[in-house]
C-alpha cells in the first residue's frame, strides 16, 4: 500500500494540487494526511466524476447531498480541483465539530453522512458500520499514517 500512496502523493504533486491539500488544511485546521487519505480512497486523488455519476472530483462531492455547492460555484461542475479539495475539507471540518475532534467519527460521517453514524453510535455499533465496505473511515486513517510518513520522508 505504501507503493500505491507514494505514486498517488506524487501524482498530486505533479498535478498541482499538493499545495490545494495544504492550504485547505491550513483553513480548516486539519492534518493535511487525512485529507490526502481521503482523497486517496475516493479516488486514488484523481479528478473525475465516479459513483455513477453522482461523485464530484477528487474528494468525490456527491450532487445529491451538496447541490448547493455544485450550483453556487464557479467549479466546473464539481470539478475545479481549489474548490473541491477546499469544499471536501469543510465538510470533514463540520464533521469533527459535531463529533467533537474524533476524526473517526467525522471520517465515516464523510462517507455515509452524520445521520447514520450518530445512527451506528446510539444502537453501540462501529461507526464504519454503514460505510462502503464497512471500513471507509478505518482505511482512511491508515492510509493518513502512511501519507504522514511519506510527507516527512520528503521534506
Known amino acids: 500500500m505504501k507503493n500505491t500512496l507514494r505514486e498517488q502523493l506524487n501524482y498530486c504533486k505533479k498535478s498541482g494540487w499538493f499545495p490545494l491539500f495544504e492550504q485547505a488544511a491550513k483553513d480548516h485546521q486539519l492534518e493535511l494526511s487525512m485529507l490526502l487519505a481521503i482523497a486517496s480512497r475516493e479516488t486514488n486523488i484523481r479528478n473525475i466524476i465516479g459513483d455513477a455519476g453522482h461523485g464530484r472530483g477528487i474528494m468525490q462531492i456527491d450532487d445529491r447531498s451538496h447541490k448547493e455547492f455544485l450550483r453556487d460555484h464557479h467549479n466546473n ?22 463529533f467533537r475532534g474524533n476524526y473517526a467519527n467525522a471520517i465515516a460521517a464523510y462517507n455515509t453522512g452524520t445521520g447514520n453514524v450518530k445512527k451506528s453510535l446510539v444502537t453501540g455499533k462501529h461507526p464504519d458500520t454503514t460505510t462502503a465496505h464497512g471500513n471507509y473511515g478505518a482505511d482512511v486513517i491508515n492510509r493518513a499514517s502512511i501519507f504522514k510518513e511519506l510527507i516527512a520522508e520528503s521534506e
Open 77 to 98: 461542475g464539481g470539478l475545479n480541483p481549489e474548490t473541491n479539495i477546499d469544499y471536501g475539507a469543510s465538510v470533514l471540518a463540520q464533521n469533527l465539530k459535531i
